[in-house]
Structure formats: C-alpha cells, structure tokens
C-alpha cells in the first residue's frame, strides 16, 4: 500500500483547490484539483499536475506565506492507497476506507495537454460484450481517417491529434468490446467527443463527421519508401547524435516495409518529453501542438516522434511498429494468459514485470512466433 495525503488548500491567487499527492520512490507526484474529489458524480474533473514535492511536504499543515502557493494548507484526507495501474499518462488507484473510498483513474487528457489530467471514480469491465457493427480494427481505421481528413481540411489540428491517439488508446485496450462509454472516458486521451464517435461508430459503421470530411477531402498519398526511408534515417541520425544515451528507431509500416503516409520515429530514453520535443521542432516544420507534442512535416512529410522510458525500448518498439492486427493479436493473448501488455512492457496483474527488454522476449513470453516487422 502507498500513502497519500489529500490538503484543501485555500490559496489567495489560485483560490480553492485540493491538492493530491502520493508517495512515489523518493517524492511525491502531485496534482491540484479545483473541484476536489466526487465519488458520486462518474463525470471527470480536472486536475492539474504539479511538479513533484518532496514526501516531507505531504505532512504540511499551515500557512505558505509568499509565491503563487501563498494561503492556507490543512490536511483533509489521508490514508493508503493501492496503485492498480501506473503509466506515464495514467495511474488507477484503490482507496478502501475514508472520504475518498473507491477505485479512480487519473488520467492526462491529452497527449498535447501537458499538465491537464482528469480524475474520474473506475467503474471495471462488466464481462458483457458492447455490440458493434464494427470490428476493434474497423474503429480504429476510421478514427486514423478522421484524423488524417482533419489535417487535410485545415481543421483544429489539436482534434486530429486527438482522434489519432484515440485510435492508439484502442489498439492498447486488453478489453475494448467491454468498453461502454462511460468506460471509455477513463481511457487517457478519449474525452466526450470521441466517445461519442466511437459510439456512433458502433452502432452504424461511420460517423457524421467522417461522412462530412469524405464529402470535401481527397486522402493524402502513400509516399514511397525509400523517400521516406531518406527523411527518416535523417531524423534519426540527428537524435541519436543529440541524445546518445537513447536509442532511436524507426518504427510504423516504414519499418514493416511499406510506402507509408507518415512516419513514426520510437525514442526510447530519460531525457524528457520536452527536451525531445523542443529538439524534434528543428528537424522540420513545427505543427505547434503544445510543448510535449512531437509532430513535425520534414520534406512533405509527417513525422511523429513516439517516447517510452529506455527499459521499455523492446514493448516500444514492438507497439508503435505494429500493425495494429498484429498488436491486437498479442494483446489478447496475453490476456488468455492473465498479463496485460502495453507499450511500457509486458506485466502480470501485480504490475511486475515480464518482459520489455525486446520484441523477441516478448513474443517468447506470450508463445507467439517471431515474425519480421514486414509479415506482422
């Protein structure tokens, strides 16, 4: 069990707010929610991460005299909670006694929101299958082509990113047919809007949206591979020059051998969203998507940077290659298998790890025969 402290916090420039922090190795992650926790309500609120505080602080009670924190701190929960799911973007947590009793999913809202999160009561998988006319791979085809038909019509960038990492969010689920709306809000980087789409998706094979976009855009061409191949071997050189302590790979269908539309680029290191982002904007033209995005357009071309921690190189590279059947495959055998297979590596239910060294291990792992990236 991990202890958590939750302080109401009454500061005179940001008003009201209850900051929520837990014990975390050496300090305290921290995030500040303005409408505090409601385990009655299922809709998310927002909270915003803070920078870590040291564990001393989760005791303070008191007032901060000076700087945009000055007012008055009081301890309003605290307690122990159980850490069920923990990722870069995410922690589902357990509190079994106390104000705040219950399951909850913290989630960021976006992979362009930087410290904008959202906490919401989790509300598991009910076993029954959601009904659809539409395969997982068939959702997660139109959610691309909606993104990629966004770009192509000049609309808010911002949604077709969205939409893009919606579609990684789904390929990632262990359980998407359970997956209900409600549910599907405590996905990171799904909000309303594109539960909503899902919905529609389901229920009738497109979307109005999509519809509409199809009626005025012409789908951007393939480019060929060994053009793609020159821009991404580029990119890669220079941040493997830049960061030497990473390891940079190409991945996406330019690894699996075909003419791609854009490119993904995996960086596997501890140097920090922002350093690879900010470093990434002078390879190419700067899609200006918030200070942790990573999307650049180098001679015509997308490119997506995509950044797991070094240990997770292997579950990296094997998630962002794909192709997302192929992904699909191995997250539901693991399944079969009572682990949970994610981008950061392959875990029993405890969270310990199994594999994310390599594609090989992992693969082993879940019996799965080695497959070059051109066959997955």
């Known amino acids: ?29 921290s995030w500040a929610i303005p409408k505090g926790f409601s385990a009655k309500s299922k809709k998310s609120r927002l909270a915003i991460q803070t920078e870590n505080h040291p564990v001393s602080w989760m005791g303070f009670e008191g007032e901060i005299a000076a700087g945009y924190g000055a007012g ?39 992979i362009a929101s930087g410290s904008r999160w959202v906490i919401q ?39 077709a990113v969205a939409y893009k990492n919606a579609a990684k969010a789904i390929e990632e689920l262990d359980s998407f047919e359970q997956y209900d709306g409600n549910m599907l809000l405590q996905v990171s980087g799904i909000g309303d809007g594109i539960a909503k789409a899902i919905g529609e ?28 191949m020159s821009v991404a071997t580029a990119i890669v050189e220079a941040l493997r020059e830049r960061f030497p302590d990473a390891r940079v790979e190409v991945a996406g269908s330019l690894r699996r051998g075909k003419d791609p539309k854009d490119i ?18 002078t390879l190419g033209k700067n899609l200006d998507l918030g200070e942790k995005a ?34 699909i495959k191995c997250r539901v055998k693991a399944k079969t298998m009572g682990l949970h297979l994610t981008r950061y590596g392959l875990t029993d239910v405890a969270g310990n790890i199994i594999a994310r060294d390599s594609e090989k291990q992992i693969l082993d792992a879940l019996g799965i025969s080695w497959l070059e990236p051109k066959d997955r």
């Open 264 to 281: 993904d680029i995996l960086i596997a290191g501890d140097d920090g969203e922002v350093a690879y982002s900010r470093f990434c904007r």
């Open 201 to 228: 998706l389901r229920a009738t094979g497109t979307t109005t949206l999509l519809e509409e976009l199809r009626g005025k855009t012409q789908l951007k061409k393939r480019f060929p591979h060994v053009e793609a």
């Open 121 to 159: 009561p989790y509300v598991p998988p009910s076993g029954a299958t959601v009904e659809s006319v539409l395969p997982r791979s068939g959702i997660i085809t139109a959610l691309v082509e909606t993104a990629e038909r966004l770009k192509i019509a000049g609309e808010n960038q911002y949604k």
């Open 72 to 110: 008055t701190v009081e301890i309003w929960e605290k307690g122990e909670l159980e850490i069920e799911e923990r990722t870069p973007d995410l922690v589902r947590f357990r509190v079994d006694s106390g104000k705040v009793a219950g399951q909850w999913t913290l989630k960021r809202a976006s």
């Open 1 to 29: 069990m991990t202890p958590f402290v939750i302080q109401k916090h009454l500061a005179k420039k940001a008003g009201l707010h209850y900051d929520f922090r837990f014990v975390e190795g050496e300090v305290a992650p």
């Open 294 to 327: 990573t999307s650049i357009v180098k001679e015509g071309i997308q490119v997506d940077l995509r950044i797991v921690p070094k240990v997770a190189y292997g579950a990296g590279l094997l998630f962002f290659t794909g192709s997302a059947e192929f992904n």
